[in-house]
């Protein structure tokens, strides 16, 4: 509960990867409610191919010292040892995140054991509940990392969003709930908790794909709770009047005007290949795990 309500802290608010303490200070200015601290955006670990792993510790560390926004950083899914070494360097927050490649492909981290509030990927429902019942204290869809097509997110805040309004509506039974929760392999109190309020028990961020001001705000009126930015800022080519104009957009995003205003003249967004193009050729992230 403690670490879902430091996770609240972050509502409306815009996440932004980094990779050097110069581009946290451009992030914070911009108005980021947190920075993620990493090596490599997404978008060139993908063309990479190599296995990614936890940040260096010292280059977390020197973006922690040029910030006063909270800092994340991320871990592989199940190695819950660099998650050991994060928390020892006291970051605010962990990421165990399918954008590194798995340390565990079957298990992931028990948050529950950890002090340090920790973010999830989910594609659905099931998924997110999972993660919160590891004890997850904010979930992020997984959009498709790196690629600047937002539609990913966008199919997976849509289908949490309506599995829950589905459920809602036709689990009306103590048999129902309890069949759902065995299928989601979830216990049934949290199904329950998440049915009553409408919505996930912990924020819900957006992640994946997001590439412009008015995907930011597409992501906030379908109902996230905050965006997280990848390698969109820094692959553009006005990096601070992006960040800047995201931010905007994620808290003004039902004012049509407001969102005019910051859409133009932006210069060049990142370049993005689009979900379709890697079907066949390449893996998907958001793919990785079932
Ligand atoms: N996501 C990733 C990246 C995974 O590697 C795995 C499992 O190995 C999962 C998700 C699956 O977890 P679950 O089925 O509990 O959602």
């Known amino acids: 509960k403690i670490k879902s309500g430091l996770a609240q802290m972050l509502k409306g608010g815009v996440i932004m990867d980094v990779v050097t303490p110069e581009q946290a200070i451009i992030a914070e200015k911009a108005g980021a409610c947190a920075v993620m601290a990493l090596e490599k955006i997404p978008a060139d670990m993908r063309k990479s191919g190599q296995v990614c792993r936890m940040s260096d510790p010292k280059m977390i560390k020197d973006i922690m010292a040029a910030v006063s926004i909270p800092v994340m950083a991320k871990v592989r899914i199940g190695h819950f040892v660099e998650a050991q070494v994060l928390e020892a360097l006291e970051v605010d927050y962990i990421d165990e995140s399918e954008v590194l490649t798995p340390a565990d492909w079957k298990n992931h981290i028990k948050k529950n054991e950890f002090k340090v509030p920790f973010v999830c990927g989910a594609k659905d429902l099931g998924e997110a509940l999972r993660r919160i019942n590891e004890g997850a204290a904010m979930i992020r869809t997984k959009g498709e990392a790196g690629t600047g097509d937002v539609s990913e997110a966008v199919k997976h805040i849509t289908k949490i969003r309506g ?49 412009t001001p008015a995907d930011a705000a597409l992501l906030m009126q379908l109902g996230c709770e905050g965006v997280f930015v990848g390698s969109g800022i820094f ?56």
């Open 163 to 211: 599995e829950i309004a589905e459920y809602k509506e036709t689990l009306k039974t103590e048999e129902q709930l309890a069949q759902k929760a065995k299928e989601l392999r979830v216990p049934v109190e949290l199904l329950k908790e998440t049915l009553e309020q409408g919505k996930l028990p912990v924020v819900n961020f957006a992640a994946g794909g997001v590439a």
């Open 235 to 290: 692959k553009s080519s006005h990096p601070e009047k992006l960040a800047r104009a995201i931010v905007e957009a994620t808290t003004h995003y039902n004012d049509a005007k407001k969102l005019l205003e910051v859409s133009s003249d932006l210069g060049e967004m990142m370049g993005g290949v689009c979900v379709e193009s890697i079907k066949q050729t390449d893996k998907r992230l958001a793919e990785i795990g079932w």
